[in-house]
């Protein structure tokens, strides 16, 4: 499948520069996943018609994509990058668990009460990474319940993180 081989970077040029320009007929997620994947391509003129492509796609069509569970890393991280102020990136990187926890504490502050629930609802995730606790502690959009817990939960995740660096140093 030609998500597959783009992916995993052994499609053909030609393959990547008709993903480009919309010769192969692709759902809005799959485009958009696919073009933030080439966006980062080793030959230039790949990653540059990528960029030019990506420009003119719908925010929906990003939100729907990082909804996945297999979404690509490069989508998340084009996300983050291009998108993170636009409504709604925020809370769709923090639902999505396929997104990298980095990307979520980046946007943390973008967060609303809806992205900090679903952090919160998948605590599992939420707490593997000291630094996501430590960014959504602060975070505007946060209820008073949630800043309460966020708060506590805070604290043990400076602790973990100070351990973690005293851990790398020795």
């Known amino acids: ?3 597959t081989q783009i992916c995993s970077g052994h499609a053909r040029p030609e393959q990547k520069l008709a993903v ?3 010769g192969i ?7 958009v996943e696919l073009l933030a994947v080439l966006a980062s391509d080793a030959d230039p003129a790949i990653a540059d018609r990528a960029q030019n492509a990506l420009l003119t796609q719908s ?6 994509a ?3 569970a297999d ?3 490069r989508l998340f991280t084009y996300c983050t990058d291009h998108l993170g102020e636009k409504p709604g990136v925020a809370d769709a990187l923090a639902k999505s668990a396929a997104c990298p926890t980095a990307h979520v504490a980046r946007l943390a502050n973008r967060l609303t009460a809806a992205g900090v629930q679903a952090l919160l609802d998948n605590l599992e995730r939420f707490i593997s990474d000291p630094q996501l606790v430590i960014a959504v502690a602060n975070c505007p959009g946060a209820t008073p319940e ?3 817990l966020l708060s ?3 604290k043990g995740a400076v602790v973990s993180a100070e351990m973690a660096e005293a851990a790398a140093e020795i």
């Not at 925010?59 to 729907?64: I, R, T, Y």
Request: with cysteine; proline share 3%; aromatic share 4%.
């Open 71 to 73: 979404a690509d890393a």
């Open 59 to 64: 925010l929906e069509s990003f939100l729907a």
């Open 152 to 154: 506590n939960m805070e």
């Open 1 to 3: 499948e030609l998500r």
């Open 146 to 148: 949630q800043r309460e």
């Open 66 to 68: 990082s909804a996945r």
């Open 25 to 31: 007929p692709l759902g809005a997620e799959d485009r």
């Open 20 to 22: 480009c320009s919309g």
